[in-house]
């Protein structure tokens, strides 16, 4: 550790603002609606991380009240209005340089009457992503992810859903340090309103933030450094039906979206096109990824019951939780990374390390 410490300072130095990220600008089906902030809450927290362990000065933990929209998030000043079937992405800042933390993305909602100045309390977790490129214990710690390199955080809007407002909350779990109670939280909230669905309620099963999340959860506490080649702990609820779920525990259909069925009659699935009694939602979601290997556009994802849960071929337990210790995981994830990626990993376990 101390032997890399000045170097990890340098490159800390260098490349704290592509190492951290936060999301401050809106997509809407691929396209920026409005600037900086237009729809987003913006926050006092900048780009650093919320942790369990050793949060950054100034930062919050995942147990704290302003863990819901970020530290100090204060409404935007607008609402965006949407419907089925359209992605909603937030994409990153300063420069969005890609997600480079490995780990799983979130996206969750809770409805308000008011959602330039509600806080929320019940989030619906409306999309999931996972693992895209089935690899190795080492492509775990990089571009197995669904996320790497991309620079926003999308969901799509289910059908499920009752017309109204919500806060939108989307997430990113950085797991490079979560062996060590270091896992890494990214998100921000953006203001909607959905228009032309015909559900009255919302399905599934919501949780809180703070609460939803726990220091000892399978999810957060994950070693990418072991032989693990799998995620099988998704964190919080489930998806709900409607929602929709890319990529799977352990890589294997690679990068595909899946709409969780469950919904009721009623609502159109993302991949058919939908029935006539609503907007049809955009099947074009279902391949979103420029670099991703073949997305499965013929997968069936019109039948498919999924669920973030394990896949039969790695057994909970292989290889997570039992990193080899900071020093070790570092030293072999340098030499499988992309340099770059590599050295701001190292920089920030280094970083992290030395604040204990
Ligand atoms: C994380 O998992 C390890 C290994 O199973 C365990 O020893 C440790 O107590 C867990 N940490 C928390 C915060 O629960
Ligand atoms: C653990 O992973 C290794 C290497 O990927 C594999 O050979 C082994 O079968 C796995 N064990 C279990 C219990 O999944
Ligand atoms: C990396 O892993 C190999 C075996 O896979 C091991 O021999 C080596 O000591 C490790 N290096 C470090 C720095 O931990």
């Known amino acids: 550790m101390k032997t890399t410490g000045t170097l990890a300072a340098i490159l800390g130095l ?62 935007a000043q607008q609402v965006i209005s949407v419907k089925a079937g359209d992605k909603i992405g937030l994409r990153q800042a300063f420069g969005a340089n890609g997600i ?21 309390s019940d989030w619906y977790k409306i999309h999931q992503s996972l693992i895209c490129r089935q690899g190795s214990p080492e492509s775990l710690r990089s571009n197995a992810w669904c996320s790497w390199d991309e620079n926003n955080v999308w969901g799509v809007i289910p059908a499920t859903i009752p017309n109204g407002q919500y806060l939108l909350r ?55 450094w072991g032989r693990s080649t799998s995620y099988d702990v998704a964190p919080g609820p489930d998806v709900i039906p409607g929602g929709t779920i890319r990529g799977s525990a352990s890589g294997a259909g690679g990068d595909k979206l899946q709409t969780v069925a469950g919904a009721s009659s009623s609502a159109p699935d993302a991949s058919s096109g939908g029935d006539s009694s609503s907007p049809a939602p955009s099947p074009s979601v279902s391949a979103p990824s420029s670099s991703a290997p073949a997305p499965s556009s013929s997968a069936p994802a019109a039948s498919a019951t999924v669920a973030p849960a394990p896949t039969p071929s790695a057994g909970p337990g292989n290889g997570s939780g039992k990193g080899k210790g900071k020093g070790k995981g570092k030293g072999n994830c340098t030499r499988s990374f992309p340099r770059r990626a590599a050295a701001v990993l190292a920089a920030e376990i280094d970083g992290a390390a030395g604040k204990q």
């Open 14 to 75: 260098i490349s704290s603002a592509s190492a951290h990220y936060t999301f401050d600008k809106l997509l809407v089906n691929d396209k920026q609606v409005g600037g900086d902030n237009t729809y987003i809450r913006k926050h006092t927290n900048g780009y650093m991380p919320t942790k369990f362990k050793n949060a950054p000065s100034g930062s919050i933990t995942p147990l704290d009240a302003d863990f819901s929209c970020n530290k100090g998030a204060t409404g």
């Open 100 to 120: 480079q933390h490995p780990g799983p993305s979130q996206v969750y909602i809770a409805p308000v009457t008011n959602a330039k100045a509600d806080k929320g």
């Open 170 to 224: 989307a997430e990113h779990i950085g797991l490079h340090g979560a062996h060590d109670g270091q896992a890494e939280f990214y998100y921000s909230c953006a203001q909607i309103e959905v228009t032309g669905n015909s559900a009255t309620s919302i399905p599934g099963t919501s949780t809180k933030f703070p609460g939803g999340y726990q220091a000892s959860d399978p999810a957060v506490n994950f070693s990418v």
